[in-house]
């Protein structure tokens, strides 16, 4: 029985628990009140309208924002041998301790509780920026923000060692418009060298660095809600990215 059988089902339990008489008012609204029971829905209030006007023009701004992109990345990629030179970049949250968000209980739980380590451990930890070329190069050293509350003393002291790395960090583990720059002055041009392509999202904390390095370095900016086969170059770099820290 698939899902599409089940909802066949589910229609026609409603419809059994629902008074037979000729009252069709009254047995509509019992067949309402059974629907939201079991499919665990609750009613809702209207909080914004819209003409299909603004639905059909927003679609056709999102249409000629990923026409637009598509055009320009085929110019950017017609070049085999620029291929070094054209790299993808997108962050990457890692937790210190992970969990599964789901598991088996009795029916009727209402609370389900698992133990961890550390809380903290469980927010966002640290950030990795890795970036990749088009030929498939993972470029080195790769940016990883750690989260520390307080600045510590010995902090690049103690990560020198780690060659392969460039180490900054934040009381949130998270990267910052700063910390953008940093990695774009440190590790991105040092690799891919001026008159390079970097491909990036719609992160606002990229702005100020483009208005920094736009002598240096063409940034081509994914569109929003863009569709999955835009996407697949930054997927590819996360997961490289991903083996590469677990190693």
């Known amino acids: 029985m698939d899902i599409f059988d089940d909802v066949v089902v589910s229609f026609g339990e409603i419809f059994e628990s629902a008074p037979s008489d000729s009252q069709t008012p009254t047995r509509f609204s019992v067949f309402i009140e059974n629907y939201l029971k079991i499919f665990g829905e609750k009613r809702e209030s209207v909080t914004h309208t819209a003409t299909r006007t603004c639905f059909d ?18 110019t950017c990629l017609a070049d085999p041998d620029r291929y070094s030179k054209i790299c993808n970049t997108d962050q990457s949250g890692i937790q210190l301790e992970l ?10 739980t209402k609370q389900i509780q698992v133990i961890v380590q550390r809380e903290n451990a469980l927010t966002h930890s ?32 103690e990560l020198r060692e780690f060659s392969h790395l460039h180490c900054v960090h934040s009381t949130s583990g998270m990267m910052s418009s700063e910390l953008m720059m940093d990695f774009l002055r440190e590790v991105f041009l040092p690799n891919g060298g001026d008159h390079s392509v970097l491909f990036v999202d719609c992160w606002n904390g990229y702005e100020k660095g483009k208005n920094q390095f ?6 081509v900016t994914f569109p929003k809600k863009r569709p999955v086969n835009c996407s697949r170059w930054t997927c590819f770099a996360t997961a490289r990215s991903r083996h590469f820290t677990a190693d």
Request: proline share 5%; charged share 30%; hydrophobic share 35%.
């Open 99 to 108: 969990r599964g968000r789901r598991t088996l209980a009795l029916k009727g």
């Open 214 to 219: 736009r002598q240096n370095i063409e940034f």
């Open 126 to 157: 640290l950030t990795i920026q890795p970036a990749i070329s088009a030929s498939g190069e993972f470029q080195l050293p790769l940016l990883v923000c750690f989260q520390e509350r307080k600045a510590p003393k010995k902090f690049q002291e």
């Open 57 to 74: 023009d927003d679609q056709e701004q999102r249409q000629a924002s990923i026409s637009h992109f598509r055009t320009l990345a085929r």
